[in-house]
């Protein structure tokens, strides 16, 4: 079965310039999490999709962050305009139902810099 | 206040040791799940374990045991006869309703450096 798939697994840009994650989740899987990790820090939520709907965007910074997932199957993380503070891993996930006994299937994780 | 801590922000032992791992964690709701995942060097985190609050057995797999207890509010993580390979970021997540949906809130981690 193959895992998350991510896209660039590197980014370096510099600040106020625009850049853009992809991920194809696994296959059947319904719901699909974005997650900014900060060196040395725990991942954080920023979105959670159920199929092509968001469940959860509390902590997105709506004003320069934005995702969608059409067709309820892959996604893409936009920002713009970038910001020295969001150098970070950003990992996508995705989990076969939206329950909290769910567990989560990781992408390695995009690591941007932003300059 | 922090929903899941990690106080030991790295930990170092020598191959073959034992080591434990803590993890506090905060919640008001009665149903509620705790994880544990590991992140390797290559970055993608997988899932050890998954415990329910209201299930309060030990569990062992292998080197890998887990002690949660309610009444401290603590899901600890030892790994017996530790290895090089054990290397990695650990990390305990906690799994509650949230205001739109389930929420998986992750802890700091530890690292764990294993040392031949």
């Known amino acids: 079965e193959a895992g998350v798939a991510q896209s660039p697994r590197y980014k370096i840009i510099e600040k106020r310039q625009s850049v853009a994650f992809w991920c194809n989740p696994i296959s059947g899987h319904a719901t699909l999490y974005w997650y900014q990790q900060i060196l040395g820090q725990g991942p954080k939520l920023l979105i959670q999709?159920?199929?092509?709907?968001?469940?959860?965007d509390s902590q997105l910074p709506k004003d320069r962050f934005s995702a969608e997932r059409l067709k309820g199957v892959d996604s893409t993380l936009k920002i713009q305009p970038a910001k020295l503070e969001d150098s970070a891993v950003y990992l996508c996930?995705?989990?076969?139902?939206?329950?909290?006994?769910?567990?989560?299937?990781f992408g390695s994780g995009t690591q941007l810099s932003v300059l | 206040a922090q929903k899941v801590t990690q106080a030991q922000t790295e930990i170092s032992v020598v191959e073959k040791e034992d080591v434990t791992l803590d993890c506090v964690y905060e919640?008001?709701?009665?149903?509620?799940?705790l994880f544990w995942y590991k992140q390797p060097p290559s970055g993608e985190l997988v899932f050890l374990i998954r415990?329910?609050?209201?299930?309060?057995q030990n569990e062992i797999s292998g080197r890998y045991s887990w002690n949660f207890q309610k009444s401290t509010s603590s899901f600890n993580f030892t790994i017996t006869a530790s290895q090089v390979v054990d290397s990695a970021v650990y990390f305990c997540?906690?799994?509650?309703?949230?205001?739109?949906?389930?929420?998986?809130?992750f802890g700091g981690g530890t690292r764990l450096m294993v040392k031949p």
């Open positions: 919640t008001r709701d009665t149903t509620y799940y």
């Open positions: 415990r329910n609050s209201f299930d309060e």
């Open positions: 999709f159920q199929n092509n709907g968001v469940v959860d």
């Open positions: 996930a995705s989990s076969k139902r939206e329950q909290r006994a769910e567990k989560l299937f």
């Open positions: 997540a906690l799994s509650e309703r949230g205001n739109a949906g389930n929420m998986l809130t």
